[in-house]
């Protein structure tokens, strides 16, 4: 199985910042790669596909991008609303996986 | 508007069966793809297995031996059942409809809580 290996698990940000959450992958998934925010007690919500592409109605603060296998999700001018964990996912063959997660907070 | 929605028991004792159900509206079974997904508290998410448009499924190879997925179109539901619960097997459970272009989650059920206990 393709193993994706996320960092940091957890860190925390100032109001309007601007951070960079990692995902690698073990190996070629190409840009089969989605990313997801989750809030406490609530299901995952999808944020980015295809590595680089914004879903519908997430604000265009949130960005992702490719080096090689490292996938980055970026989030400008960070506000509370965007406290959550946020997993990254492969789709490039199955079994699909996902990484760690990584805890975002506010300070 | 697309919804999915998981229901079953909250509790199974070990050994026993799991079976959960998910009906989605918004959309058809026969033209998206649906998965499941798991999340034991405070970990990370686990893809469990697929039922595709066409009515077959694909299995994580770790579950495969207790795991059957099925669906009954007329009713927009499909079906989760998984045998010989263990703790291990506390979670939350997901079901999640495929994207139009690619295998990513576009709309998530707001998951099921299951504790295996006697």
């Known amino acids: 199985d393709i193993q994706m290996t996320q960092s940091p698990s957890s860190m925390s940000a100032s109001l309007g910042d601007t951070v960079t959450i990692n995902c690698l992958a073990s190996q070629d998934i190409g840009n089969y790669l989605s990313w997801y925010q989750q809030k406490p007690g609530k299901s995952p919500k999808l944020m980015i596909y295809g590595a680089t592409n914004l879903e519908d109605g997430v604000p265009s603060r949130f960005s992702g991008s490719r080096s090689g296998s490292d996938y980055s999700l970026t989030i400008n001018s960070l506000g509370y609303d965007d406290e959550g964990i946020y997993h990254c996912h492969q789709y490039y063959e199955y079994p699909p996986t996902f990484g760690g997660g990584t805890k975002l907070e506010l300070k | 508007q697309v919804q999915l929605k998981e229901s079953g028991p909250g509790l199974v004792q070990p050994s026993q069966t799991l079976s959960l159900t998910c009906t989605v509206s918004g959309f058809s079974l026969t033209s998206y793809n649906v998965h499941w997904v798991r999340q034991p508290t405070g970990k990370g998410l686990e893809w469990m297995g697929v039922i595709w448009t066409g009515g077959s499924t694909d299995y994580n190879s770790a579950l495969k031996s207790r795991l059957s997925i099925s669906r009954d179109t007329s009713k927009s539901q499909v079906f989760l059942k998984m045998n010989s619960l263990q703790t291990e097997d506390i979670a939350t459970y997901y079901c999640?409809?495929?994207?139009?272009?690619?295998?990513?989650?576009?709309?998530w059920g707001p998951g099921t809580m299951v504790t295996v206990s006697s």
């Open positions: 999640a409809r495929e994207g139009v272009l690619g295998w990513y989650f576009d709309f």
